[in-house]
């Protein structure tokens, strides 16, 4: 597979991520300077090379979250990435369709028979636009939730965790 930023070949991130889509595009159309926002554009605007980027990574990312689901029984997916593709309701790119769509093929494809089917993919995969310091704050909910078994507090408990680490009020 692709060299991963972190050194290794073929990762996940490798294979799904903005710059692997953009780098794809440059290399079919011998675009320079090229952004996720210019990728989006050209697939709004039905440019193969640019739909099949997005298509590729949205694949790829199926596959992984099928075998997650598989793997750790899992009864849904939380997705954050770039609002360009995990818009959602009225604001839903077609991109953001694209990449989904996509995602959601290749997932069902992939799940054990007795999961496939049973509710639409795109209610078990939610999308959600990041901003801000929402990744981190899903992440310290999880934990939270990990550690102490339960919601109660976690809210502010959350908002301290994120202060101390990032320097900034959450």
């Not at 210019?38 to 440019?47: K, N, S």
């Not at 959600?128 to 990744?135: E, Q, S, Y």
């Amino acid at each position: 597979g692709r060299k991963c930023r972190c050194g290794r070949n073929g990762c996940l991130e490798a294979e799904t991520g903005v710059e692997s889509m953009v780098a794809k595009v440059r290399r079919a159309t011998g675009k320079r300077g090229l952004t996720l926002k210019d990728i989006t554009d050209l697939a709004t605007a039905d440019e193969a090379t640019a739909v099949n980027a997005i298509e590729y990574a949205g694949t790829m990312m199926g596959r992984g979250i099928s075998f997650l689901m598989n793997t750790l029984d899992l009864e849904g997916v939380l997705l954050s990435g770039p609002p360009e593709i995990c818009s959602t309701g009225q604001d839903r790119t077609r991109s953001s369709k694209v990449f989904l769509d996509s995602i959601c093929n290749e997932a069902q494809s992939r799940l054990y028979p007795t999961l496939r089917g049973a509710v639409s993919m795109e209610k078990i995969i939610e999308m959600m636009p990041f901003k801000d310091l929402d990744r981190e704050r899903g992440a310290a909910s999880v934990l939270l939730d990990a550690i102490t078994g339960h919601q109660a507090a976690r809210q502010e408990t959350s908002r301290s965790i994120l202060t101390e680490f990032t320097g900034h009020p959450a």
